[in-house]
């Protein structure tokens, strides 16, 4: 019995199925980011499954209370303040994401080939090829512009 053969087929197979989950969770994360950058709510919220989750400290900053939100409901009206008020210094340069071939996580670094950028950490548990729960993590250059409220809508 060859089951040298047999292995190879199983870690090919392996392969294929690892570079399916991390082309499918790429395809969420550049559509979510896309739409962000784009400022196109209905874009965005497209990326969310319908219960999902957003956690982040901008969701108090600009709502007040916790900074969570669940669902279409709750995140359509707080997504809609985020592309209404994001601010100039908010860009999106990054460096490819890890997975595990359920959750995303990428950082968008502070300094950048042009630039300084808000800096954060985003995590992103995707299934089904939608975001099911998002956690935002914010470095000091982003806190920094929560704290003079960059956010401010004239």
Request: net charge negative; hydrophobic share 40%; proline share 4%.
């Given at each position: 019995m060859?089951t040298?053969?047999?292995?190879?087929?199983?870690?090919?197979?392996?392969?294929?199925?690892?570079?399916a989950?991390?082309?499918?969770?790429?395809?969420?994360?550049?559509?979510?980011?896309?739409?962000?950058?784009?400022?196109?709510l209905?874009?965005?919220?497209a990326?969310?499954?319908?219960?999902?989750?957003?956690?982040?400290?901008?969701v108090?900053?600009?709502e007040?209370?916790r900074?969570?939100?669940?669902?279409?409901?709750?995140?359509?009206?707080?997504?809609?303040?985020v592309v209404?008020?994001?601010p100039?210094?908010?860009?999106?340069?990054?460096?490819?994401?890890?997975?595990?071939?359920?959750?995303a996580?990428?950082?968008?670094?502070?300094?950048?080939?042009?630039?300084?950028?808000?800096?954060f950490?985003?995590?992103?548990?995707?299934?089904?090829?939608l975001?099911?729960?998002?956690?935002?993590?914010?470095?000091?250059?982003?806190?920094d512009?929560?704290i003079?409220?960059?956010y401010h809508?004239?």
């Amino acid at each position: 019995m060859d089951t040298t053969r047999d292995d190879e087929s199983a870690t090919g197979t392996a392969l294929h199925c690892a570079l399916a989950l991390h082309s499918a969770i790429e395809t969420v994360t550049q559509a979510w980011e896309r739409a962000l950058a784009a400022h196109d709510l209905d874009a965005l919220l497209a990326c969310y499954a319908p219960d999902a989750t957003v956690e982040s400290p901008v969701v108090a900053h600009l709502e007040g209370g916790r900074g969570v939100r669940r669902g279409h409901d709750e995140l359509r009206p707080f997504l809609a303040e985020v592309v209404a008020r994001t601010p100039d210094i908010r860009h999106y340069h990054r460096d490819g994401f890890f997975t595990d071939g359920r959750r995303a996580t990428w950082e968008y670094p502070r300094v950048t080939p042009d630039g300084e950028q808000m800096d954060f950490v985003e995590v992103m548990e995707i299934e089904d090829g939608l975001i099911q729960a998002h956690r935002v993590y914010w470095g000091w250059r982003g806190v920094d512009v929560l704290i003079h409220d960059g956010y401010h809508r004239e």
